[in-house]
């Protein structure tokens, strides 16, 4: 058994899930030091400061956990050379994060995630659409470089780098019986421009129009600066709504997801999808983007029925899945859905972990 440090300095969302999790089901042990989620382009640039000064002894761990949100590169000129393996989970990357309106693109985080990945011991990506958007994404990014292009650093980071999907939990509450006269449809997304909120209540509308009878959960995490749409949905949508707004409790947000039927993304971004994995393992039907990691949460077979093409295929699937909710199918995706669980996942977790610890001097030997 090892005995890990694990640095999260945007300790919140996805990133305090995975953390948390990996911590509660691991037979490791872990010290975990922090910092909020909250400005995050400052925790990129200077988080690193922070956590050099609350390590007295990095020697004392058989390895050290970071996600991306960090200038590893500055966390290990600042720890100097005694300091043992280094893991770096990307969560996200900056090179491919959407802009919000009105932001201009600063290509420092790009180049932060970059030194960070060279600087790694060991790479982890959530999902193997992440891993490769972000390698394919490495050529044109270097490219823009004046002169003296490090095309290098692609065969580098790539041959360090893995898939490990975050585990999750999957507290099996609701037993799937039967369908709803009025299905109640769920949003547990961030109340941000990269989720695509537009498309999600656009499409609710429509139907909402044509006299289509569904009700409505919106539980996700909202910001100060949320899209307006929401503001326009909870007035449009009134008489549909059964909860609008962020449950801060995780059994309160439980029993939501196991009152809920149908589950939509309609994102621009996502590298994995834990809300959506959640929302299934509590008997939600999906319905999600052909884009993005989608296709890996989904078994092929069932991609018919749980991918839709654009705008207008969303609105046919969600109309007819209101009509006729099939209760075996969805029982079938969700038992499929349990290899996500932490359950299942910290098998892989315990099993790289322990190389980690047998092969210190070896790093990339697997």
């Not at 925790?43 to 050099?52: D, E, K, Q, V």
């Not at 196991?258 to 509590?282: L, Y």
């Not at 077979?301 to 969303?314: A, G, R, T």
Request: aromatic share 14%; glycine share 4%.
């Amino acid at each position: 058994m090892g005995h890990f440090l694990f640095l999260e300095p945007f300790y919140g969302g996805s990133h305090k899930n995975f953390a948390d999790g990996l911590i509660k089901n691991s037979s490791h042990t872990f010290e975990l030091i922090t910092l909020p989620d909250r400005y995050w382009k400052w925790r990129m640039r200077g988080a690193a400061l922070y956590f050099a000064n609350q390590i007295n002894d990095a020697s004392i761990y058989d390895g050290i956990i970071v996600s991306n949100m960090l200038s590893l590169s500055d966390l290990k000129a600042l720890l100097g050379k005694e300091i043992p393996p280094t893991i770096l989970y990307f969560h996200e990357n900056q090179i491919l994060y959407p802009l919000s309106d009105g932001e201009k693109e600063d290509l420092h985080y790009g180049f932060t995630d970059i030194t960070s990945a060279l600087c790694a011991d060991y790479i982890l990506f959530n999902s193997g659409f992440h891993q490769n958007a972000f390698i394919e994404a490495l050529k044109p990014f270097i490219s823009r470089f004046p002169d003296y292009n490090p095309h290098w650093v692609i065969e580098k980071i790539q041959h360090k780098a893995k898939v490990l999907y975050p585990g999750c939990k999957l507290d099996i509450k609701k037993t799937i019986s039967e369908q709803r006269n009025f299905p109640l449809i769920l949003w547990n997304h961030r109340w941000e421009h990269d989720k695509n909120p537009e498309d999600f209540f656009n499409a609710l509308f429509q139907i909402n129009d044509e006299g289509i009878h569904f009700k409505l959960a919106v539980v996700g995490e909202q910001y100060k600066n949320s899209p307006d749409i929401f503001n326009v949905a909870h007035k449009k949508l009134k008489e549909h709504i059964l909860h609008f707004g962020y449950i801060e409790s995780y059994t309160e947000y439980n029993k939501w997801l196991n009152k809920c039927d149908i589950v939509i993304s309609t994102s621009f971004q996502e590298n994995f999808g834990i809300s959506i994995v959640e929302a299934i393992g509590s008997g939600n039907f999906p319905l999600l983007p052909d884009r993005l990691s989608y296709r890996e949460l989904i078994p092929e077979k069932y991609h018919k029925l749980c991918i839709y093409k654009n705008q207008k295929d969303l609105v046919g699937k969600l109309k007819k899945l209101i009509r006729y909710y099939d209760l075996e199918m969805m029982e079938h995706i969700r038992v499929q859905n349990l290899r996500f669980s932490w359950k299942n996942m910290i098998i892989q977790y315990d099993e790289y972990l322990d190389k980690v610890k047998k092969n210190p001097a070896d790093k990339q030997d697997f």
